[in-house]
């Protein structure tokens, strides 16, 4: 089973930008699917967006057109690309991988990158 460790949360400005990394520790990442959540303060988790092990994407509505989520399975890492960032963008990011077809044996979650987006 792999570890996972988020990174390059941190300040923006309105309309900019933010790249997440989220990197696996240990073997085998290539075969789990990732997705990327966000908690904001006194607010349910959200699902942002999900790459499986074919590199096909999803993402949630708010976020179309502004993010995309990429892996690079020789480095074991998934990025979030976040542009255009809106201060409702502001939380902990925090990214989950599970092997495909068995969820609750596999899931891992990092524990999370802040991300604050005010002027």
């Known amino acids: 089973q792999v570890q996972l460790v988020e990174s390059g949360g941190g300040l923006a400005q309105p309309g900019g930008s933010l790249t997440l990394s989220c990197t696996a520790f240990?073997?085998?990442?290539?075969?789990?699917?990732v997705g990327w959540y966000r908690q904001a303060p006194g607010e349910q988790m959200e699902l942002v967006a999900t790459?499986?092990?074919?590199?096909?994407?999803t993402s949630e509505e708010s976020v179309k057109g502004r993010f995309a989520i990429s892996r690079d399975n020789g480095k074991n890492v998934v990025h979030l690309q976040m542009n255009r960032l809106k201060p409702e963008d502001t939380g902990t990011y925090l990214c989950?991988?599970?092997?495909?077809?068995?969820?609750?044996?596999?899931?891992?979650w990092g524990s999370g990158t802040p991300v604050t987006v005010n002027s």
């Open positions: 790459i499986n092990i074919n590199g096909d994407t």
């Open positions: 989950n991988a599970w092997v495909p077809g068995n969820y609750e044996g596999t899931k891992t």
């Open positions: 240990g073997n085998g990442f290539r075969n789990y699917d």
